[in-house]
């Protein structure tokens, strides 16, 4: 093994959150107790953090350049050649930041100045640390632009930052990163942000560049299959403590940690029998490769059809000029049939239209032409009463939990109030009691009627949106991206709940998602968008087996798939 | 299971709202504190004083004209100028004094009536006016009619920024146009001569002040509870909302509100005290308060002319009242919009 770069030894971190009745009060952001965290990057090497959020892996690798906020206080080691970096001087760890220690962070977009064109923010670190001159830098900075597969270098020198797409804004943040080349590279959820296609160019670019200029590279992620791509050491996390630590190969063929098998094996995949629930985190798991307990229950193909779409499209008018109009055609002739108790996946990369889609269908927009028919009735031509009812019938879960309910709501106000709007249910009581039974059905406690969405975690949230839905007994739930922002494992749980509630009760799902290997565990059909359009129609099993299109083909061969053990001969 | 449940809804902590979180985070403000106490003991003094039972009788003369304040001292007896009376015993003019035979005639009539000679005070806790008016019951008297003036005002213009905001930030489209344009209209004038205009054509009066000031000064908070409002009203909660059947009212008022609310409470605390200080200057001009009412500006503008006397103890009054509790309300403000947003202090 090649020597150690970077040592982080009994690593502490923690937030101090004020004082409550004269007593300060600290969050452990990372180690627990006397227990602190302790991995080496060694030279020339890939290490990725693992972890969920809240697990510490971004304090971690932010502590090792100091740009934690203010009131986080650090303890231990991190040991840089031979400095302590926990111990050197502001004018010091200037030096080292981006000269030898550089950054790319998760959003380009918020990382880079829109004010300032690209070339500028690329120069500046040639500038403060290698005392360039301005002509000099400038063309160093093509250079980089070239080195990081940017597409016409000198134009984009030019270009600000909204003139680029996400993909390209994270190029130009590795350009700045690689400036000054620097022996480590921190990149911290540098592809969360981006589309499963992008997201893979990114990393075959993150690797080609480790290897030629032979640096190390932190990088963080939440995501196993990702990580397992890229790196060489993988060190697992989890509420603030290293679980597992080792080589890649390792932790994937022979996981010793049960968490690290858990997030294994919880991830819904691309291949083998479709299991018909996803392992949880804190379910005892067995050893990995254990068959799926139980096949998944077959679905009745002659169920009546529910929701029925015919060359649904939807444009937005966009001004050009002082009286010009252009036409945005965000949906575009979309055809299916949904039958009740099915789930249709909808698929694509972002800018595809699906979510536009997803909000025609609940009338949320008005489309601009085709039907809409729910159980027979067209919703285009529906007086108000008729629409009001209609809004039962259908209902729709958000991408975002920390976004989807009021906050100043309790969670009781938030389940009752549909329920008092379509007269659901005699009185007040008669509604808490529903709204109560259907929380322990999406399996919260009843306990917590009375506390606030803020006091809740991203997938207890969630769970609280469907209950919302629930609450109308609608026979079609528009789920739209409902568990991307969600952790792996919380989003196995709220899958598996998914699952059960349409069994249960029967409701048919269009589940919106960009997530290949979600979509093939819930959904019976599949549409694959692209621009609007529907390129791509099958039925989930057959897609992936047999993708017809190009773009189908694309972005399964996008997905990252993790570490796969070196072919034998 | 229903024991289990039961247990966990009996042990689950009395959960914290959005309100009692803040007012814990007001509670560690010191600063914040020890401004609400001040705000506080002014409001108490203000309702007293609403009631007859402080200040009631600030009108009556009670001191000499420009008695000055207790901690001066009486003001030293002024040389009158006499001259020392002759020696002698005087002439006698009765021979040649045309009224001298109804001298006697008069003092019996003059025995008939009493007089009683008011004992004018020589000194106040805080001085006189040019009628002997106790200053301090001024003071006080001209708290109540300024901050009440301030609340008012800022409560009328608050509703109508509120209101007006919401409709253009939640519809937009035409009536968002049409709102825009009234915003426009109103900030293209100078804000003073809006305010002269409206005092020409509705006359003096509390009432014509509150007006007054109230149409004049929404545009601000319109502004911000617009933004506020086409911000909210894509988000998912909203969308959620109107997916269940919620209607626009209840989206606006009972979705939204709420969570803008601490803009709004922060506004309405700025324009207090700037509608206190806006009334001073009302009626500092003229355009105020009835001359039969006191306020803050009335003294100040009584205050110009006595300065010139070296009478200083009214402007010192008035300034000293003004400035404690314009401080303090603004302090209270600043520990308010911290305690209500605690991110923008990335304390948590």
């Avoid at chain 1, 030894?9 to 952001?29: C, H, I, T």
């Avoid at chain 1, 397992?228 to 190969?249: C, K, N, S, T, Y």
């Avoid at chain 1, 109308?472 to 709220?494: F, I, R």
């Avoid at chain 2, 008695?67 to 002024?78: I, L």
Wanted: hydrophobic content about 45%.
């Amino acid at each position: 093994m090649s020597a150690t770069l970077l040592s982080i030894q009994d690593l502490r971190v923690a937030f101090r959150m004020g004082k409550v009745n004269g007593v300060a009060q600290r969050a452990e952001a990372v180690g627990r107790g006397a227990a602190g965290i302790s991995f080496d990057i060694p030279e020339n090497c890939s290490t990725a953090l693992v972890g969920e959020s809240g697990s510490g892996k971004s304090v971690t690798a932010m502590s090792i350049v100091n740009l934690l906020p203010d009131n986080a206080e650090r303890a231990g080691r991190i040991l840089y050649r031979g400095d302590d970096l926990l111990r050197v001087d502001a004018a010091q760890m200037r030096a080292l930041r981006g000269r030898e220690i550089a950054c790319v962070f998760q959003d380009p977009m918020s990382s880079l100045n829109p004010v300032l064109p690209v070339g500028r923010q690329l120069c500046e670190p040639l500038h403060t640390h290698l005392k360039m001159k301005p002509r000099h830098a400038l063309e160093r900075a093509e250079a980089l632009l070239v080195e990081v597969g940017m597409p016409e270098p000198k134009r984009r020198l030019d270009a600000y930052p909204h003139e680029l797409s996400g993909g390209q804004q994270q190029r130009v943040m590795i350009a700045m990163a690689l400036a000054c080349e620097p022996r480590l590279l921190i990149a911290d959820e540098p592809t969360t942000a981006l589309d499963v296609t992008i997201q893979r160019q990114i990393l075959e670019l993150l690797a080609t560049l480790k290897a030629r200029h032979r640096m190390s590279l932190l990088f963080i992620n939440h995501d196993l299959g990702v990580v397992g791509e890229i790196a060489d050491q993988v060190v697992v996390m989890r509420h603030g403590l290293v679980r597992e630590q080792g080589p890649v190969a390792q932790i994937f063929s022979a996981p010793r940690d049960a968490y690290t098998r858990a997030l294994l094996a919880c991830r819904p995949a691309l291949s083998g029998p479709p299991p018909a629930r996803l392992r949880v985190i804190d379910e005892p798991v067995a050893a990995p490769g254990t068959p799926a307990a139980a096949a998944r229950p077959v679905k009745d193909a002659d169920a009546p059809v529910i929701l029925e779409v015919r060359s649904l499209a939807k444009s937005f008018w966009l001004r050009q000029g002082l009286f010009g109009k252009r036409e945005f055609k965000a949906v575009q002739g979309v055809n299916f049939q949904l039958r009740r108790g099915h789930t249709l996946g909808v698929v694509g990369e972002s800018g595809s239209g699906k979510t536009t889609m997803g909000l025609t269908l609940l009338r949320l927009h008005e489309p601009t032409r085709g039907e809409v028919l729910l159980d027979g009735r067209n919703l285009g031509n529906l007086d108000a009463s008729e629409r009001q009812a209609m809004r039962r019938r259908i209902q729709i879960v958000f991408q975002n939990p920390y976004a989807s309910l009021n906050p100043r709501f309790t969670i009781g106000q938030t389940l009752v109030e549909p329920m008092a709007i379509h007269g659901i249910g005699a009185s007040l009581t008669e509604r808490e009691q529903r709204a109560r039974a259907l929380l322990h059905k999406v399996g919260l406690d009843p306990g917590v009627f009375a506390r606030y969405p803020h006091e809740f975690s991203g997938g207890q949230r969630q769970r609280v949106a469907i209950a919302r839905c629930l609450t109308l007994q609608p026979e079609v739930l528009v789920l739209d991206e409902a568990v991307s922002a969600l952790d792996v494992s919380v989003q196995a749980q709220v899958l598996n709940l998914l699952r059960d509630l349409q069994d249960e009760l029967g409701v048919a799902y269009v589940f919106i998602s960009h997530d290949l290997g979600v979509v093939r565990f819930i959904s019976d059909e599949v549409l694959v968008m692209k621009d609007g359009e529907v390129v791509e129609q099958a039925s989930a099993e057959a897609i992936l087996a047999a993708p017809s299109q190009d773009y189908t083909r694309r972005l399964l061969a996008a997905v990252p798939r993790g570490w796969r053990a070196p072919v034998r001969p | 299971m229903s024991a289990v449940l039961a247990e966990a809804t009996a042990s689950a902590p009395a959960s914290e709202g959005v309100w009692r979180a803040a007012w814990r985070r007001l509670c560690n403000d010191r600063v914040g504190m020890f401004c609400l106490a001040v705000v506080a003991a002014f409001a108490a003094m203000i309702v007293l004083s609403a009631l007859g039972l402080l200040a009631g009788h600030w009108q009556r003369e009670v001191g000499v004209p420009n008695a000055p304040p207790s901690f001066v001292g009486p003001r030293a007896a002024e040389a009158t100028g006499t001259v020392d009376a002759p020696k002698g015993p005087n002439v006698d003019l009765s021979d040649v004094d045309p009224l001298a035979p109804r001298y006697k005639e008069w003092d019996a009539r003059a025995t008939q009536f009493r007089s009683v000679e008011i004992q004018k005070l020589q000194t106040l806790p805080m001085g006189a006016d040019r009628m002997g008016r106790d200053v301090l019951a001024k003071a006080i008297k001209g708290t109540e009619i300024s901050v009440f003036v301030g609340v008012m005002a800022a409560l009328v213009a608050t509703l109508i920024g509120t209101v007006l905001g919401a409709l253009a930030g939640f519809f937009g489209g035409r009536a968002g146009d049409l709102l825009e344009w009234l915003y426009n209209v109103f900030t293209s004038i100078p804000g003073i001569l809006l305010i002269f205009a409206f005092a020409a054509v509705f006359g003096r009066g509390i009432g014509t002040v509150v007006l007054i000031l109230g149409l004049t000064g929404w545009t601000g908070i319109y502004r911000l509870v617009r933004a506020e409002f086409m911000k909210h009203a894509v988000r998912d909660y909203v969308r959620a909302a109107q997916a269940i059947g919620a209607s626009a009212a209840s989206r606006m008022f009972r979705h939204i509100l709420p969570n803008v609310s601490h803009v709004i409470l922060v506004q309405l605390s700025i324009l207090t005290v700037g509608f206190i200080k806006a009334e001073v200057i009302l009626s500092y001009l003229g355009l105020g308060v009835p001359v039969d009412q006191v306020s803050w500006g009335t003294m100040l503008a009584e205050a110009q002319s006595e300065l010139l006397l070296g009478h200083w103890w009214q402007l010192a009054a008035a300034t000293l009242f003004m400035a404690s509790f314009v401080t303090a309300f603004s302090l209270l403000t600043d520990a308010l919009r911290d305690a209500l947003d605690p991110k923008l202090r990335g304390l948590e």
